[in-house]
């Protein structure tokens, strides 16, 4: 039997997934910085901000942003004199990054089209990898990890940030009934996209709890492993060492 993977709350081949989350964010790249805003009510800027003082990323340092799409972190990090490659699957969200950086006269980012699962990069490539709200939507997340661990320098940092379900009593129901109902909503209205934000729902429900994501980060190999919960687990940053 052909291994099934989850799509949302559909099972799906890999392939299958792949394909089809491809499809959700060429879908989306265009509204997708707006829909931000509206989905967190501005919050993620303070998150985002919060994620890249916790990597303190500094002048020469070669990162790579996985997943890093529309370029929210990498120009964050560029900013603060990092090398930065933006890596995503879906070169339309990597098109509207470009545009971006072009509008801000942002210089010195590179970008690439990459599968997390699959990178291109040499061995001990970067010193340090970042990923926002981007893993939950690799098919393969365990090999994902393994590659972050491959391209990074002995000594090098991963940091992830990412939704998850929140373990705060009532808060954690509120949100989900918000979640469920009203983004598809906003994504219909903004996006002209219902089934999209549904799906980005539905992935955010799947993905695993802080501490099962910190077994996993372990697990690829990375020490000092830490999970920095926010609003009660609901946007988690993760960290690790390769040493």
Known sequence: MTEQVNFGDELVSPEEKTRRVGEVF????????????????????????????????????????????TGDVAFRMARRGAQVTVSDINADMLEVGKQRAQAREL????WKVENAEQLSFA?????????????????????????????????????????????????????????????????????????????????????PRPNAFKSMVEQAGFVRAAAEPMLGGLVTIHSGWKI
């Not at 210089?107 to 590179?110: A, H, K, Q």
């Open 26 to 69: 060429s879908s989306v790249a265009r509204r997708y910085d707006v829909m931000n805003d509206l989905m967190s009510g501005g919050l993620h800027r303070l998150w985002k901000d919060r994620f890249v003082a916790r990597v303190k990323p500094r002048g020469g340092e070669q990162i790579l942003d996985m997943a890093g799409g």
């Open 107 to 110: 210089n010195g980012l590179t």
């Open 123 to 207: 061995e001990s490539s970067f010193d340090g990898y970042t990923i926002v709200f981007g893993i939950r939507n690799v098919t393969d997340i365990p090999a994902a990890l393994h590659e972050a661990y491959r391209v990074l320098k002995r000594g090098g940092r991963f940091y992830c940030m990412e939704f998850s379900s929140s373990d705060w009593p009532g808060f954690s129901n509120l949100y989900d009934a918000w979640a469920s109902n009203v983004i598809p909503r906003i994504g219909k209205a903004i996006a002209d996209d219902e089934e999209s934000y549904r799906y980005l729902v539905e992935s955010i429900r799947r993905f």
